[in-house]
């Protein structure tokens, strides 16, 4: 049974950082493709980063370059470090993750499996 789970959430002022961690089992995370999606609220679920099976990443526009996706194969564990917080950036975040083998998975129904959420809350 494939479980997710988030962790690191938090508050936060403008700026700051957080960095977020998704503990996986019942899977290899080095077979799968590991996403980060956010929700913020009365909005859609968004993509935000993944991470191939084979290592590549891929990033939202709104995130590149302030936020960075890796993994640790050992610990089966995929991490989103997340600097220069914006308000913007308030959501739910939650860690996912698809088969999919050919390409870089950025759509929700990509995915097949889903932690619970962790909060993020960037205050100015």
């Known amino acids: 049974q494939v479980q997710l789970v988030e962790s690191g959430g938090g508050m936060v002022q403008v700026g700051g950082s957080l960095t977020l961690s998704c503990a996986a089992s019942g899977l290899t995370i080095s077979t799968r493709a590991m996403g980060w999606f956010r929700q913020a609220p009365g909005k859609e679920r968004e993509f935000v980063a993944v991470i191939s099976r084979r290592g590549s990443s891929t990033y939202a526009d709104s995130v590149r370059g302030r936020f960075t996706i890796s993994r640790d194969v050992a610990k089966n564990t995929v991490s989103l470090r997340m600097n220069s917080l914006e308000p913007e950036d308030t959501a739910d975040y939650y860690c996912?993750?698809?088969?999919?083998?050919?390409?870089?998975?950025?759509?929700?129904?990509?995915?097949?499996?889903w932690g619970q959420g962790t909060q993020v809350a960037v205050s100015s």
């Open positions: 996912a993750t698809s088969p999919i083998t050919i390409g870089i998975p950025t759509a929700r129904n990509s995915y097949d499996s």
